[in-house]
């Protein structure tokens, strides 16, 4: 595949940082090595010295004078070697991408470490959409994804969903606007990508089914990754809902000419993730093994089973006859639609803040924000069953005053 012709100007035209690459050799070399070159801070003028992590049912994690002399240096802008070679361990296991193996060329599987998904996903959107671009996504949108793609100058379309995700009869019709051919000609401005959350969209909770993702990407398989033949599937992926949202820890994984762009974006801004988060996370991941590691997420997927079960009931409870929706597949809201307001901006923003509870508009999530909307997002992420239950009960009573 010709990955050139989806690069912006500025993207084609980064170049390796000769100081970043100083970096990368460093990192290879004994400590025999004599370096003049990198204006790496002397690690013992640092004053923090040791750490003990406390890790719940497991060893706590050490970081000797040593150890924490690397955590707190400069490091690779790719992502420490150790971490990186963990997660690519655990994507092949998870999704056995085809592309594992394929020519760098022809799209072969890459990963770079982000300072979390987001990070990643604004670098990918700068790599690839120039104003005027044409951009798929699905609305509602998780309104961060938003916030990163108007500034661009790009057009986005709206393909229809439901609560299984991204509807492929309703792709289809918008693509048909354009020939296949269409896609060598840059003056027929065809799609430059489809951006979509596969499990667990924010807000909704809905999850694409396998059917629908044979029809979008076709041979069948459980994910996107996994059914990637040709090399076109950018994944984002982030630590922050099952290991900590503050290390601010995601990774990008996606061809290699595209990864490399990404790499060379980290290396003249942040330069790099934390090396001390990421050092962090490659240690408890090793301790862990992948095994462990999944155990993690199976007993954090419980609790928010149990969270979402509260705020159904809660719901079911005080909002049952004003208010529909549709049980989230997976994430950590409830998308709720009130029934006979048209728009109910006012009321989420305004006056359920006079009672003290907090929630979000609907309108935030789609492109149009200005237009109105009769949905608001809850999180049943954090509050207790009982702040759940009194936060729809005082929301029920605005319902029935506004009504």
Not at 49 to 59: D, P, R
Not at 192 to 206: A, C, D, S
Not at 303 to 323: E, I, T
Not at 359 to 384: C, E, K, T
């Amino acid at each position: 595949m010709n990955y050139a012709r989806f690069l912006t100007a500025a993207s084609a035209a980064r170049q390796p940082s000769a100081i970043r690459v100083v970096t990368e050799i460093l990192s290879r070399m004994p400590k025999s090595f004599i370096s003049l070159a990198a204006g790496m801070p002397n690690p013992n003028t640092f004053p923090f010295k040791t750490a003990v992590i406390t890790i719940e049912n497991g060893k706590p994690i050490q970081f000797d004078e040593e150890m924490m002399k690397r955590a707190l240096q400069y490091s690779q802008s790719a992502g420490i070697p150790e971490l990186l070679s963990w997660i690519k361990q655990l994507q092949v296991k998870l999704h056995n991408p085809p592309t594992i193996n394929y020519p760098t060329n022809q799209g072969q599987m890459d990963i770079c470490i982000t300072s979390g998904s987001q990070d990643g996903l604004c670098k990918v959107f700068e790599m690839i959409i120039n104003p005027g671009d044409n951009v798929l996504l699905n609305e509602p949108i998780y309104s961060g994804t938003l916030q990163a793609l108007k500034p661009l100058g790009c057009n986005i379309i709206n393909v229809p969903s439901d609560e299984f995700g991204i509807i492929p009869d309703s792709l289809k019709e918008v693509l048909s606007k354009w020939k296949p051919e269409d896609s060598k000609d840059p003056k027929k401005n065809t799609p430059k990508f489809l951006y979509t959350v596969p499990n667990g969209n924010n807000p909704t909770g809905n999850s694409l089914t396998s059917n629908r993702k044979k029809a979008i990407y076709e041979p069948w398989a459980p994910t996107f990754l996994s059914m990637d033949v040709d090399g076109r599937v950018i994944r984002a992926d982030s630590f922050s809902k099952v290991l900590s949202s503050g290390l601010r820890i995601g990774f990008i994984t996606g061809p290699k000419p595209l990864i490399e762009r990404v790499i060379l974006h980290t290396q003249v801004s942040t330069l790099h993730p934390s090396t001390f988060t990421q050092l962090l996370v490659s240690q408890l991941l090793h301790q862990w093994g992948e095994e462990g590691f999944l155990a993690h997420v199976d007993r954090v997927t419980d609790f928010y089973r149990n969270q979402k079960d509260a705020l159904l009931a809660a719901a079911n409870k005080w909002l049952s006859g004003l208010a529909e929706w549709h049980v989230p597949a997976a994430g950590m809201f409830l998308w709720v639609k009130i029934k006979g307001i048209y728009d109910v901006k006012q009321m989420i923003e305004e006056k359920a803040i006079q009672k003290k509870v907090l929630m979000l508009p609907g309108n935030v999530f789609y492109i149009d924000n200005s237009a109105p909307s009769p949905y608001f997002r809850a999180s049943f992420s954090s509050a207790s069953p009982e702040q759940m239950d009194m936060a729809f009960q005082r929301l029920a009573q605005l319902v029935k005053e506004s009504l």
